[in-house]
């Protein structure tokens, strides 16, 4: 598998996102937690070297279906988590930024994973989700995880669902390592973010990586698009292979973790880092039309 860097920490460039480890809506825990673990548990064997998680998936129940199935974790394994957010009894996403909150999500997360340090802590912003002004301060928020960092309990900072803004102060404030938006070849709004990343060298995870957050959204219109379809052709892989080889060749520190509760799933993903796109490729998809988040 190719390799890229998250921080100074060489990784596969295709992990795996344990998100649909949960159960539906990703709230509470999986219909069959033992074929959950088993899908992890062939990630790991087949070269996935970085999982992402949350707390707050389930909640409660991703961070424990990995410290079941891996536990002890093999050395090169990198586990990155997100905090900023809690859950409600009905499984809605609240803000949940303050300094003192963070440190606690980042005491659960160690807890949960029986780990010591965390090697990335992603903090969701909600910058696009609420007014101006009612988010705590960012250089606050950095700073409970610097802390956090100095203490040896992280090793890496990111920030996840930001402006371009909020990426420049990150950059100058905390020395961050990477940056999780959503963006795709179907959603490429984050274009400027991206380069700020590739003037920085800072890993891009993209999330919805296929252009929908839910649903079939994202698939539907990949496999309607008639660039991709013919990319796909080509190559004999399916049009959701082909976005992913898409981002894969967009930026050489992206890192994708596509997420799925099923192995036959979780092999077709890891077989796109074998995709090698050429520039008549490149310049046939970097034309898809952008299709709207959601739709």
Request: aromatic share 6%.
């Amino acid at each position: 598998m190719s390799i890229s860097f998250l921080g100074n920490k060489s990784v596969h460039r295709v992990g795996f996102g344990a998100m649909q480890l949960a159960g539906p809506n990703i709230f509470g825990p999986p219909a069959d937690p033992e074929a959950a673990k088993g899908v992890l548990r062939h990630a790991v064997a087949h070269g996935v070297d970085h999982i992402d998680t949350a707390q707050f998936y389930g909640p409660d129940v991703v961070n424990d279906l990995i410290r079941e199935a891996l536990h002890p974790y093999p050395e090169s394994l990198r586990l990155a988590t997100k905090v900023g957010a809690v859950r409600d009894e009905q499984g809605a996403w609240l803000p949940s930024g303050d300094p003192a909150d963070l440190k606690r999500q980042v005491e659960q997360n160690l807890r949960s994973l029986r780990v010591e340090r965390l090697d990335l802590v992603n903090l969701r912003r909600f910058e696009r989700d609420i007014p101006d002004g009612t988010e705590p301060p960012l250089a606050d928020q950095l700073g409970a995880l610097s802390e956090l960092r100095d203490e040896g309990k992280i090793d890496l900072i990111g920030i996840s669902s930001v402006k371009a803004d909020t990426v420049r102060a990150a950059i100058d404030t905390a020395g961050i390592a990477a940056v999780q938006n959503a963006y795709s070849i179907l959603n490429r709004t984050d274009d400027a973010i991206l380069e700020l990343c590739r003037a920085h060298a800072i890993a891009f995870v993209p999330y919805f990586p296929l252009g929908s957050a839910f649903g079939s959204g994202g698939p539907k219109h990949l496999a309607a698009d008639p660039q991709v379809s013919a990319v796909a052709a080509k190559y004999g892989i399916t049009p959701t292979q082909v976005a992913l080889a898409w981002l894969l060749a967009r930026y050489e520190r992206m890192l994708l973790i596509p997420g799925t509760s099923s192995i036959a799933h979780l092999e077709e993903n890891l077989a796109v880092d074998a995709v090698t796109l050429d520039a008549e490729d490149l310049a046939l998809l970097d034309a898809v039309e952008p299709v709207p988040l959601g739709a």
